[in-house]
């Protein structure tokens, strides 16, 4: 048997077992969805089609995991009027097993099972309710330390150079908001910006909203911009 759905604005044709990339669901591992807009199912030549969904039908399936798409560059540029601008998107994306496709509004038989990570977790709350007191004790002792820890997360991926610094609107792709952005993260300097490692290309990609090709494009530019 196999049906089709509609998720995420795109349709699919899923039948039991399939493995399948959709648009992110607020889900974790391991739990079970519904998708309830089935536009149509059928057995070989036997095919029912909704209008435009079929009443009762519904698609379950498990959450394998939680990723992204690879990077997707828009870039625009404007001939002889000196403008370009370059944009990257990373699509998020849930990877999915098809369950059940139920029929008649029946309801789906497969739960989700328990994972070694929540039987830890449950442990580890029973032996907290235990240790309530020591805890506690632990807890406060600990509070100056975890303040720290708060700190240095809080803390700015590079460290800003003294001195004046640099316009970075003046780079083609950065923008007041992106400048600000890059300000509170030490970034401040044409300089700076071209003397960035692949490593340091990486940090940003990974904690900022910025592609490790938007990044690489401004420091080229920032390479020119820094000999004059």
């Known amino acids: 048997?196999?049906?089709?759905?509609?998720?995420?604005?795109?349709?699919?044709?899923v039948a039991a077992n399939d493995l399948l990339k959709i648009e992110k669901l607020e889900a974790k591992v391991g739990d079970i969805v519904e998708i309830?807009?089935?536009?149509?199912?059928?057995?070989?030549?036997?095919v029912t089609f909704g209008a435009p969904f079929v009443d009762g039908a519904l698609v379950t399936a498990e959450v394998v995991e939680q990723g992204k798409n690879r990077t997707v560059i828009?870039?625009?540029?404007?001939?002889?009027?000196?403008?370009?601008?370059?944009?990257?998107?990373?699509?998020?994306?849930?990877?999915?097993?098809?369950?059940e496709i139920l029929l008649g509004g029946a309801k789906p038989a497969k739960k989700a099972t328990a994972k070694p990570?929540?039987?830890?977790?449950?442990?580890?709350?029973?032996?907290?309710?235990?240790?309530?007191?020591k805890e506690a004790k632990a807890k406060k002792e600990a509070a100056?330390?975890?303040?720290?820890?708060?700190?240095?997360?809080?803390?700015?991926?590079?460290?800003?150079p003294k001195g004046e610094p640099d316009d970075l609107t003046v780079i083609k792709g950065i923008g007041p908001v992106a400048a600000k952005d890059?300000?509170?993260?030490?970034?401040?300097?044409?300089?700076q910006l071209a003397k960035l490692t692949d490593k340091d290309v990486a940090k940003i990609d990974e904690h900022m909203p910025f592609s490790a090709d938007q990044i690489k494009d401004w420091r080229e530019q920032a390479k020119e911009l820094a000999k004059k």
């Not at 309830?36 to 036997?46: K, R």
């Not at 580890?124 to 007191?133: C, G, L, M, N, Q």
């Not at 100056?144 to 800003?160: S, Y």
């Open 1 to 13: 048997m196999f049906a089709v759905i509609k998720t995420g604005g795109k349709q699919y044709r």
């Open 36 to 46: 309830g807009n089935v536009l149509a199912h059928g057995e070989g030549e036997n």
């Open 74 to 99: 828009a870039f625009k540029k404007r001939r002889r009027q000196n403008s370009r601008r370059k944009i990257g998107h990373r699509q998020l994306l849930t990877t999915v097993r098809i369950a």
């Open 117 to 133: 990570e929540a039987k830890a977790e449950a442990a580890a709350v029973e032996a907290k309710a235990e240790a309530a007191p």
């Open 144 to 160: 100056p330390k975890e303040e720290a820890k708060a700190e240095a997360a809080a803390a700015p991926l590079f460290k800003a």
């Open 182 to 191: 890059l300000n509170e993260q030490g970034i401040i300097t044409f300089a």
